[in-house]
């Protein structure tokens, strides 16, 4: 597809199980996030990878968040032992180059941990 | 603590008039700002965007307003129209830093009616 395509849509997940969120970014771009939403606030900065290197993973709020893009394309963000407050909609944007001046989002996976 | 601030939570338009949607931000570091626009169930997509060295970018209906020494940056829609109806997230990157890093406000939702 043109855009950015994430998937599932929706994810309900039992406290203490582990999930894998995917990203397809837009083909050719260079430059992939993933940011966290939750409700009533703004999307917060998770991870960047500039094709397959993760250059800053700084955003990933414990050891329990791990994401990986090995081939410089599609991405996944893992989440172990999900716990309530990991409950949020997770955004993928990928951008051309490295100014991420133009980022594209995907629509999202809204994640709920019951 | 937030670096860009959103303080209203939404506003309401009547069709046809000017939509000013505000933004403050603390860090005067930064120095690219863009405007995202979100409907339900989607993810963002990018609407405009000024960069620190310019005070104003206009792009149709659609004019941001950068006024740097009140760390303050505005949206204007003219006319409004119901189909912008959505909530509205102001961005800012630092490009000598972390130029990869869209840091978000919390957004404002905007009701243009008929």
């Known amino acids: 597809g043109a855009g950015v395509s994430q998937s599932p849509r929706y994810k309900v997940a039992k406290r203490g199980q582990d999930v894998a969120l995917r990203c397809d970014p837009i083909s050719g771009h260079v430059s992939l996030f993933w940011y966290q939403q939750a409700l009533g606030q703004g999307p917060e900065f998770l991870t960047y990878?500039?094709?397959?290197?993760?250059?800053?993973k700084s955003g990933l709020p414990s050891d329990r968040f791990f994401a990986e893009r090995p081939e410089g394309s599609v991405s996944t963000l893992k989440i172990q032992r999900t716990q309530q407050e990991d409950s949020a909609v997770y955004l993928c944007?990928?951008?051309?180059?490295?100014?991420?001046?133009?980022?594209?989002f995907g629509q999202g996976t809204r994640l709920t941990v019951v | 603590d937030q670096q860009v601030k959103q303080n209203s939570p939404s506003l309401s338009v009547q069709e046809g008039r000017i939509s000013i949607l505000n933004c403050d931000y603390t860090?005067?570091?930064?120095?690219?700002f863009l405007w995202y626009k979100k409907y339900p169930a989607e993810g963002p997509t990018f609407l405009i965007s000024i960069s620190s060295i310019k005070d104003k970018n206009e792009d149709g209906r659609f004019t941001v307003f950068l006024n740097k020494s009140a760390k303050h940056l505005s949206l204007h829609i003219v006319p409004s129209q119901p189909g912008d109806s959505a909530v509205y997230f102001c961005a800012a990157i630092l490009l000598g830093g972390s130029n990869y890093k869209l840091t978000f406000g919390k957004g404002t939702l905007l009701t243009v009616n008929p």
């Open positions: 990878f500039q094709n397959e290197a993760q250059l800053d």
């Open positions: 944007a990928s951008s051309l180059d490295s100014m991420n001046t133009e980022a594209f």
């Open positions: 860090n005067s570091m930064f120095d690219y």
